[in-house]
Every structure is written in C-alpha cells, then in structure tokens.
C-alpha cells in the first residue's frame, strides 16, 4: 500500500512519473502558441525538474475563447443539475484515486512532504469536490410574494468563463477551492497555476475530462503572472477572477476588472495570524502542541499561519519554555519523499532567501532567537523552524507575512491588550483565543477582526466553514455554500399577468 511505501520506492516511482507539461485547452495537451518553454525546479535538490509550456496572452485568448464556446453551447451549463453532480462526483472519485501521482507532482514542484500531500491534501481536494458535487442541485431560485396581476420569479445562473489564478503553496488544494464551486455552478474554467507548481493542475485539467466533463469547460494555461495572470484578468470575456496570492498583486486584480470589464473578484490574500493565549487556559502543553503546528506547519507557508503568539504575561515565561522544549525538534528538515519528513524545503531558493532576510531583520530589532533563526546543511532551499521572542508588534517580523517557519512570541497583560495588538495589522484572515471562560471566548470572537475564528484549537474546520479575510486579507469566502453562490448571479423575471 502507499502507506506502507520506504523513501527508496518514493524515489523510484519519482524517477518514473510521467507527467504533461504543456497548456490543457480543449480538451487535449497543447505547446504554447509562441513556443516558449520555462524551467519547474526540484526545491529539495534545486536540480531542474522539467520545461513546461510558457504561456502568453495569445494562449490566454485561446482558453477563454474555448471556455466561451462551451458556455455559449450549454453543453454543461444546460446540463441536469443530477448529472453534473455525477460528472464531478465520479471526478473526485478519480483525483483520490490518483492519489500517488497527484502527492508526487506537488511534492516535486513545491517541496511538500509526501506524508502531508497522502494525509491532508489529496483528502481535502476529494471532499471539496465531492462537497460541491453535492451542491449542483441543491441551488434555489425564488418566487416572491407580489400582487395578484403578477408572477415574479428570481433565477440564479452561472457567470460565464471564471479565470482562478492559485498559488503554490497548496497546488491541489487551492485550486480545488476555486475550481469546484466555479464547476458545481455551471462554469467555465481558466485555471491559471503557479508558475513554481504548474503540473497537478494539468493533472486535474486531463481528469476532468476522463470523469466525462466536456471539452472547453475546464482549461489550463501555465506561465508567469506577469504573462498570462494578468492578460486573464485583464481579458473581457472573463466574467470573474478567483485570486489566492499576495496582498500586492490582490489589488491589482481589482484594478485590472476595473479597466477591463468590471468582472467580478474574490481575493484571498496575506495574513498575520494571532493566537491569543491567556492566563486562565485550560492545558498549557495541548495549546503550544497547536501553536507549534499553526506556524510549522507546511514549512510555514500557510496563509493563515499563526505567526503572532500573543502570550498572556503570567504565563508567557512557561510558554516560551514549553514552546522550546516541545518544538525545537518537533519539525525536522528532511526529504520530502521521506515518509518520516515533515518540514520539506522552502519553495525556491529566492524565497528562501527571503525568509532568511526577515530572521536577520527580527535580529537586528532587538528580537530574541529561542532557536533555529538558521538553516540546515541540506542540499535545498531549507530553513530551520524558528521561534523569536520578546517581540514587539512594532517590528517587522510582527507585522509582515513571511510565509515561512518563523514564530513571533508577544507578551500581553489580559484579553484587552491581546485583542488590540491582535487587530493592530493591515490582515485579518483568521486568529484563535485559549481560555476556559465562555464569556472571555464569546467577546474575542466578538472583537477579533478575522475572517476565521478559532476557540481552543487552530485550523480546525470542515466544508461549511467560510473560509476568508477581513481588511487586506481579501474579500470572498472559499469552501461552503456562500463560495458556490459567488459564482452566479440572480436574475429577476416579472410576469404581468392582468
């Protein structure tokens, strides 16, 4: 079984992966109408991976022109709700069933441990899809109550062609948040992958169509965002963009609907996650065990990693203690393909770099290394866990997204302070409280301005949970029934009947 695989068959069947490397439009693999190719690297070894298909704003134009003409014919927009469900449900059907091939692209591309890719991501996309499957008839229009001479009725239909940028921190996953509920709604796609992780989505592209979806419903044009992101939020028959990325190029997307056709736009974007920890909480150990795990987690790379420890001063010298002692060796650099790994590479060199830069900068700001604060002797672009306290929220390491392994321990005095320097961020994705008072629970969830908020635990959730930001986090939900309903529109029909 795959469970049961060592790191020597992980390699193996590594070395013999096949996989495509060129745009999906249509229906079929294409080369990229100019030629151009660009180079995916291994971030574990830092050895080129392969060439893929560089996308242009003339390979734009083709996918959205093949999305439009499937839309335009009705072939899955007009088809029975019970049968679209079937499609996307034999779809998720098949993506658990390619299970090894999807965790080793992602894992290849991105750095991603093979163990988390089997336990966590491939999962997860098979319950968004199925989740949403579960959707397609489930879609309500409305008669409302009018007077006697009339009929009025409310319709929802679906958009037209939505254009889902991701990102390459959860290839699959992402992806699969945008692309089901655009999918479940009667939608065309143009999935625009990262240009660091561009091969599952290919993947998933080729699946769609095994499963029965039609040809032209679900593209993918792989490149860079400069070359084929923006051209697709920019391009006038894209009636949405679907964006998870950074809080910079989030806001280009709303100028790009704005000088183009005002399409609609949902963002997820940066985040700065507190976790509160106050003095009354219940079990020290159980809450640092979640702390360890929301900012190590993923290599850090998490869009709402609880980077801010906002560490109730009673107990903010055990915290830190425990915190040491429990998670200095909790996540350990290693192999990806490495079943035992559980802290892969960063994903390229460059942010590596990065990160690194912001360690020295907690440095220089008075800021404390309690460990880590380096990077191992390994061949990729890795980066020790790090946790620093004695951090001020004025310092940049508090305040900016690293998107990396590193923990900022912030000493507060009582709920009312921690909910302050707590809110004190241009993010609001998500954040938690610990404690053991109901009362102290309810008004930090009344007061936290998150999209997300967690009560004695940390990333929890299921498919009803709206995922999604305040402030410059983003606007728009992910998962849950809001996530498929933003991918139509209403329209009203008054029937005069005197």
Request: glycine share 10%; proline share 5%; hydrophobic share 45%.
């Amino acid at each position: 079984m795959t469970t049961e695989l060592t790191t020597r068959d992980w390699h193996a069947r590594a070395a013999a992966l096949k996989y495509a490397t060129g745009h999906f439009i249509d229906g079929a693999h294409v080369d990229a109408r100019g030629g151009g190719r660009f180079t995916v690297v291994n971030p574990a070894t830092l050895a080129p991976l392969c060439e893929v298909a560089a996308g242009t704003a003339a390979d734009i134009d083709r996918a959205v022109a093949s999305g439009r003409r499937a839309f335009a014919s009705g072939v899955w927009r007009r088809m029975a709700p019970r049968d679209r469900l079937a499609v996307l449900s034999r779809y998720a059907q098949l993506i658990g069933a390619n299970a090894e091939r999807f965790a080793l692209l992602d894992t290849l591309t991105m750095g991603k441990p093979i163990r988390d890719m089997l336990a966590i991501d491939v999962p997860s996309a098979v319950q968004t899809f199925t989740y949403f499957a579960e959707l397609c008839d489930k879609v309500d229009g409305a008669v409302t109550a009018t007077a006697s001479d009339a009929f009025h009725y409310i319709l929802r239909e679906p958009l037209g062609v939505v254009g889902c940028i991701v990102p390459w921190n959860y290839p699959l996953l992402m992806a699969s948040w945008k692309v089901a509920p655009a999918l479940a709604a009667g939608n065309s796609v143009v999935l625009k992958p990262a240009e660091q992780s561009p091969l599952s989505a290919l993947l998933m592209a080729e699946l769609f169509i095994e499963a029965g979806g039609p040809p032209g419903v679900f593209n993918v044009v792989n490149g860079h965002g400069e070359a084929t992101g923006k051209p697709l939020a920019l391009h006038g028959d894209v009636n949405k963009i679907a964006f998870t990325g950074s809080t910079e190029v989030g806001k280009m997307m709303l100028v790009y609907a704005g000088q183009s056709n005002l399409k609609r736009v949902s963002l997820e974007c940066g985040g700065k996650s507190p976790q509160i920890f106050l003095a009354d909480l219940e079990d020290l150990d159980r809450a640092v065990n979640y702390a360890i795990s929301g900012i190590f987690g993923n290599m850090g790379e998490v869009c709402n990693a609880g980077s801010r420890l906002l560490v109730d001063k009673p107990i903010a010298e055990a915290f830190v203690a425990r915190f040491v002692e429990l998670g200095r060796d909790a996540y350990r650099p290693g192999d990806p393909l490495d079943p035992s790994t559980n802290l892969g590479p960063l994903v390229t060199a460059g942010h590596r770099a990065r990160v690194v830069s912001y360690i020295e900068r907690g440095r220089k700001d008075g800021a404390r290394v309690e460990f880590g604060g380096d990077a191992p002797a390994l061949p990729g672009s890795y980066v020790n866990p790090t946790l620093f306290s004695g951090v001020d929220n004025r310092m940049t390491i508090a305040r900016e997204e690293i998107f990396g392994p590193v923990a900022a321990a912030i000493t507060v005095n009582g709920l009312e302070e921690a909910i302050r320097i707590a809110n004190d961020s241009i993010y609001g994705l998500a954040a938690s409280i610990w404690t053991r008072d109901l009362r102290t629970a309810h008004t930090a969830v009344r007061d936290l301005e998150a999209g997300v908020i967690w009560v004695n635990c940390f990333d929890h959730g299921d498919m009803t949970q709206p995922f999604g930001g305040y402030k410059q986090s983003g606007q728009g939900r992910d998962k849950c029934l809001e996530s498929l309903l933003s991918y139509t529109q209403t329209k009203s029909a008054w029937v005069h009947l005197g």
